[in-house]
């Protein structure tokens, strides 16, 4: 089983950017659908992008379009995601998730996923 620690979060003001990296252990991590999700202070965790095993697949939930990026590195058993235009409303714990049987579709529903990371702290000031 593949495990994950995400990196890269921290204190960044509104309409800046982050990349948040999600290191993984273990040589099958490029059978793996990788997705990331959040979770802000009292609300449900929900589903950001997933990216499909060789990287030629993405989905992100409809919010994060247009200003959020998967990427995924297998040589360095690393995913991505590059954060644009944050703001203050993308404060919130980042997780990283592996699944070795989901579609990036699936992956939305965040469950029966192999592994989770800690997750990484963002946080957006206005």
């Known amino acids: 089983q593949v495990q994950l620690v995400e990196s890269g979060g921290g204190l960044v003001q509104a309409g800046g950017s982050l990349r948040l990296s999600c290191a993984a252990s273990?040589?099958?991590?490029?059978?793996?659908?990788m997705g990331w999700f959040r979770q802000a202070p009292g609300l449900e965790r929900e589903f950001v992008a997933a990216?499909?095993?060789?990287?030629?697949?993405?989905y992100y939930a409809d919010s994060m379009k247009g200003r959020f990026s998967i990427s995924r590195d297998n040589a360095k058993y690393t995913v991505y995601l590059q954060m644009n235009s944050l703001k203050p409303e993308d404060t919130a714990v980042y997780y990283c998730?592996?699944?070795?049987?989901?579609?990036?579709?699936?992956?939305?529903?965040?469950?029966?996923?192999?592994?989770w990371g800690k997750g990484t702290l963002v946080t957006v000031s206005s």
């Open positions: 998730a592996a699944n070795s049987w989901a579609t990036v579709q699936s992956m939305r529903i965040g469950r029966h996923m192999d592994s």
């Open positions: 273990g040589r099958t991590f490029s059978s793996y659908t």
């Open positions: 990216i499909s095993w060789s990287g030629g697949s993405t």
